[in-house]
């Protein structure tokens, strides 16, 4: 079964802190994708990254940066130097993949709220 | 501009009377999809849509109704709704099934009293 684990339900960080939001997934396909997504208080939701699973390439994107590792099934997240606005719900997700198939659903992880205070 | 609309953004209404939230797509996507979202429970599928005239249920379809009439539009349908269903929902359109990126909505806050 697919499913996508955030621990973190909440957190909370000073402006300027580095922050690591955690995403642990399962899947017994080869083949998948990984998203992040954020979710602003106005509460739609922006795309932010994503990776498939052949590659395990870290990357920064500005203050953003995404680690990658298939050896624990993990794709975390990190913001650096915090800011106020970057306090959201950022949600991880899963994507399978196969050659045929109509599949590629979203399963989406719970959601971690992140505050980061003046 | 690529998008994917929802209307309305926000509903109230009351117990059993029937209602649509509508879901357009400008970008000839194949797959679509409507997900809600509660708090602790992240976005859970409810219907999704291969192609026209082709639904399946996803996670949580239970109380819900869908159709594809035509590729733009998938609405979602409450014949009867509860206070359970009290959520915000997304719809979501990708280009094919097995194509990863997807497209979502703007959101329905959708309260049931």
């Known amino acids: 079964a697919q499913k996508v684990t955030q621990a973190q339900t909440e957190i909370s960080v000073v402006e300027k802190e580095d922050v690591t939001l955690d995403c642990v997934y399962e899947?017994?396909?080869?083949?998948?994708?990984l998203f992040w997504y954020k979710q602003p208080p106005s509460g739609e939701l922006v795309f932010l990254i994503r990776r498939n699973s052949f590659d395990e390439q870290n990357e920064i994107s500005g203050r953003y940066s995404w680690n990658f590792q298939k050896s624990t099934s993990s794709f975390n997240f990190t913001i650096t130097a915090s800011q106020v606005v970057d306090s959201a719900v950022y949600f991880c997700?899963?994507?399978?993949?196969?050659?045929?198939?109509?599949?590629?659903?979203?399963?989406f992880g719970r959601g971690t709220q992140l505050t980061v205070w003046p | 501009e690529a998008q994917v609309t929802q209307n309305p953004r926000y509903l109230i209404t009351v117990t059993g009377k029937k209602l649509t939230v509508t879901c357009s797509q400008n970008?000839?996507?194949?797959?679509m999809s409507w997900y809600r979202q509660d708090p602790g429970l992240g976005l859970r599928q409810i219907y999704y849509?291969?192609?026209?005239?082709?639904?399946d249920k996803g996670d949580v379809p239970e109380g819900y109704k869908v159709s594809r009439k035509e590729k733009r539009n998938f609405p979602l349908i409450l014949e009867s709704p509860s206070p359970n269903q009290t959520s915000l929902y997304f719809c979501a359109s990708r280009r094919r099934g097995d194509e990863p990126e997807a497209f979502f909505g703007q959101g329905t806050r959708l309260t049931v009293v």
């Open positions: 997700a899963l994507s399978e993949v196969r050659r045929g198939s109509t599949l590629g659903r979203l399963y």
């Open positions: 970008m000839n996507h194949e797959y």
């Open positions: 849509s291969m192609n026209v005239e082709v639904t």
């Open positions: 899947t017994r396909d080869t083949t998948y994708y």
